[in-house]
């Protein structure tokens, strides 16, 4: 099986999302020879921190190929949130399976999509967001109950909010605690 995972979001050191992608991707790889991963990268102005990333993770693992490339976020946003057009499968061939982190849902030509939602706060409390967080999140969470065949929350309390606030249904939902791997 080839399965796609987003780790553009690594570049955001510090963060817990970008903690949460290098920690799972490094723990799937560990426990996983058989499959074949391709490691899909994007940023305009940090794309040294993917680079890095995918040195230390290529020496590692040799079932990895890593396709890093120099857009920017809001190319991405433009492309996959709003229009919803060009498939991931463009950039990184073919695969079975694409697990997006956060922020952006490319389309899927024949992958089947997982994702994870760390919270919604950005739906409870909506006035402690920017408007273009809300409305980026709201795009990419109605590609996501389209398109995801699972989705991975870390908590039941982000489940909870999931199916409550965003319609979400409960067997698309699996709890998967920060540092603990899934069983999709």
Not at 40 to 63: D, M, Q, V, W
Request: overall charge positive; hydrophobic content about 45%.
């Amino acid at each position: 099986m080839r399965i796609g995972i987003d780790i553009s979001q690594i570049v955001y050191e510090g963060t817990g999302v970008a903690t949460y992608v290098r920690k799972m991707v490094d723990a799937l790889l560990a426990q996983d020879s058989r499959n074949a991963y391709v490691l899909f990268g994007s940023s305009l102005r940090k794309r040294s921190k993917l680079t890095e990333f995918a040195i230390s993770i290529r020496k590692k693992y040799p079932n990895v190929i890593v396709k890093i490339f120099p857009f920017p976020s809001t190319l991405l946003d433009i492309l996959w949130n709003k229009l919803h057009i060009v498939p991931i499968e463009w950039f990184i061939g073919d695969v079975d399976v694409f697990w997006s982190s956060d922020w952006t849902q490319p389309p899927l030509a024949r992958a089947r999509g997982v994702t994870t939602i760390h919270d919604v706060s950005f739906l409870r409390y909506p006035e402690k967001f920017a408007q273009t967080i809300v409305d980026v999140q709201k795009r990419r969470l109605a590609w996501v109950k389209r398109e995801s065949k699972a989705i991975l929350c870390d908590s039941e309390a982000t489940k909870t909010d999931a199916i409550r606030l965003l319609g979400l249904e409960n067997m698309k939902l699996q709890v998967v605690y920060p540092g603990c791997t899934p069983n999709i």
